[in-house]
């Protein structure tokens, strides 16, 4: 079954710390996605991946970067979190821009 | 820029009416695909229709949509609700990138 994979599924970190959110997928996806849903402000997006090391800034990079050194695995990293940064995280592949996407299950992280 | 406005923040309904929830999209890409996206609570978002094709009903799980590109529409319809389809529903268009509406939050009671 295809699918896109998150880890970890809930996370509480405190306030400086930094983050590793992980994502992979087995669908030898080229693009895949990394979003923020927060109550009523929907899905935002916050980096692309195209493919290996070929990564670009979302609508809302800001606090976050990004590393994808394989096809199959995506990495949204927080250097030193922040409270506003309290949100559910979602990883997204898709084959090519045009096409639909495959959503993780997404991680709930609380910054405390 | 490329847009879309889903104006429902919520919509709330009795089971057996019908659905609408509206879409209208901005984008300077010719060929717009438009995508309705729908995610239960405590779930991801899961792909539920899409289109490409100007003035062509897609139909899936009893949802169906049209696309217009003269109204830059891509309203999403069912004839009668049930229970199950509470859920927060988005709207979507690729073109260049991706653009997600803001969501509308179906509520369907008894």
């Known amino acids: 079954d295809m699918k896109v994979t998150q880890m970890p599924r809930y996370l509480i970190k405190r306030m400086g710390e930094n983050v590793l959110l992980e994502c992979g997928q087995d669908?030898?996806?080229?693009?895949m996605y990394w979003y923020r849903q927060d109550p009523g402000l929907g899905l935002q997006l916050i980096y692309i991946s195209y493919d290996v090391d070929s990564n670009s800034e979302g609508d809302i990079p800001k606090g976050y970067r990004v590393s994808r050194k394989k096809r199959e695995h995506f990495s949204l990293i927080l250097d030193s979190a922040k409270t506003n940064q309290t949100s559910v995280y979602f990883c997204?592949?898709?084959?090519?821009?045009?096409?639909?996407?495959?959503f993780g299950s997404g991680t709930r992280l609380l910054v405390i | 820029g490329d847009s879309v406005t889903q104006t429902e923040g919520l919509v709330t309904l009795t089971e057996g009416l019908p659905v609408m929830l509206n879409c209208t999209y901005q984008?300077?890409?010719?060929?717009?695909?438009l995508f309705w996206y729908v995610q239960h609570l405590n779930e991801s978002p899961r792909l539920l229709l899409k289109?490409?094709?100007?003035?062509k009903r897609t139909e899936h799980q009893g949802f169906h949509a049209t696309l217009h590109k003269s109204s830059s529409s891509f309203h999403l319809q069912k004839s009668s609700a049930q229970l199950s389809d509470s859920a927060l529903y988005y709207c979507?268009?690729?073109?260049?990138?991706?653009?997600f509406g803001s969501g509308t939050r179906l509520l369907v009671s008894p």
């Open positions: 289109s490409f094709t100007d003035n």
């Open positions: 669908m030898s996806h080229e693009t």
């Open positions: 984008t300077i890409y010719s060929n717009p695909f």
């Open positions: 997204a592949s898709s084959l090519s821009r045009e096409s639909d996407y495959t």
């Open positions: 979507a268009h690729g073109g260049y990138k991706v653009v």
